[in-house]
Antibody
Framework: QVQLQESGPGLVKPSETLSLTCTVSGDSITDYYWSWIRQPPGKGLEWIGYIHYSGSHYSGSTNYNPSLKSRVTISVDTSKNQFSLEVRSVTAADAAVYYC???????????????WGQGTLVTVSS | DIQLTQSPSFLSASVGDRVTITCRASQGISTSLAWFQQKPGKAPKLLIYAASTLQSGVPSRFSGSGSGTEFTLTISSLQPEDFATYYCQQLNSYPLTFGGGTKVEIK
């Protein structure tokens, strides 16, 4: 059974960098589209981006939401079966529950988010 | 970006009711749509993808239909565990976007 677990600081200061890690168990980090999604308290879902790691891509190929692209990096650590999210220069607008998820490759569709972590709340405050 | 508009935003229904939720896309997306269920404090759960394909393990009382710009999620007989918020997501083009959600509450 595939399981994903987010980890990282629950409190980040304004202008600093938010860093989260997702540990994947029950599946290899190779293949699939390892994704991040966020949800501000009481609001809807926002897709942040994904990384797709295969044997032919040493560091993985990424795809980011243009609204965040200049501040976001998603990376993968195959030795630990983990992938990570960095959001730089955070503001109060970045406060949210952050979810990691697995995206599966379905023909003619963007990756389908079929397994999710439980989510981790990140607060932005000095 | 493709905008998804869900209606209604909120609905009140009873156990056993047939419930239909609509998701309208700002431009045609063929059948590139997924539906998720989210309960309070939990992660979203995939119900349907490709507009009408039921994810493994999801009860058959859930069904999806539509193509182009209009889609529906139907629950044929609402069960107590179905009270939740439902989101659609388009899988046609980047950035991937979600609808605003429909909260289904007990009447």
């Amino acid at each position: 059974q595939v399981q994903l677990q987010e980890s990282g600081p629950g409190l980040v200061k304004p202008s600093e960098t938010l860093s989260l890690t997702c540990t994947v168990s029950g599946d290899s980090i190779t293949d699939y589209y390892w994704s991040w999604i966020r949800q501000p308290p009481g609001k809807g879902l926002e897709w942040i981006g994904y990384i797709h790691y295969s044997g032919s891509h040493y560091s993985g190929s990424t795809n980011y939401n243009p609204s965040l692209k200049s501040r976001v990096t998603i990376s993968v650590d195959t030795s630990k079966n983990q992938f990570s999210l960095e959001v730089r220069s955070v503001t109060a607008a970045d406060a949210a529950v952050y979810y990691c998820a697995r995206g599966s490759d379905i023909p003619r569709l963007a990756p389908v988010l079929d397994y999710w972590g439980q989510g981790t709340l990140v607060t932005v405050s000095s | 970006d493709i905008q998804l508009t869900q209606s209604p935003s909120f609905l009140s229904a009873s156990v056993g009711d047939r419930v239909t939720i609509t998701c309208r896309a700002s431009q045609g997306i063929s059948t590139s749509l997924a539906w998720f269920q989210q309960k309070p404090g939990k992660a979203p759960k995939l119900l349907i993808y490709a507009a009408s394909t039921l994810q493994s393990g999801v009860p058959s009382r859930f069904s999806g239909s539509g193509s182009g710009t209009e889609f529906t999620l139907t629950i044929s007989s609402l069960q107590p565990e179905d009270f939740a918020t439902y989101y659609c997501q388009q899988l046609n083009s980047y950035p991937l976007t979600f609808g605003g959600g429909t909260k289904v509450e007990i009447k």
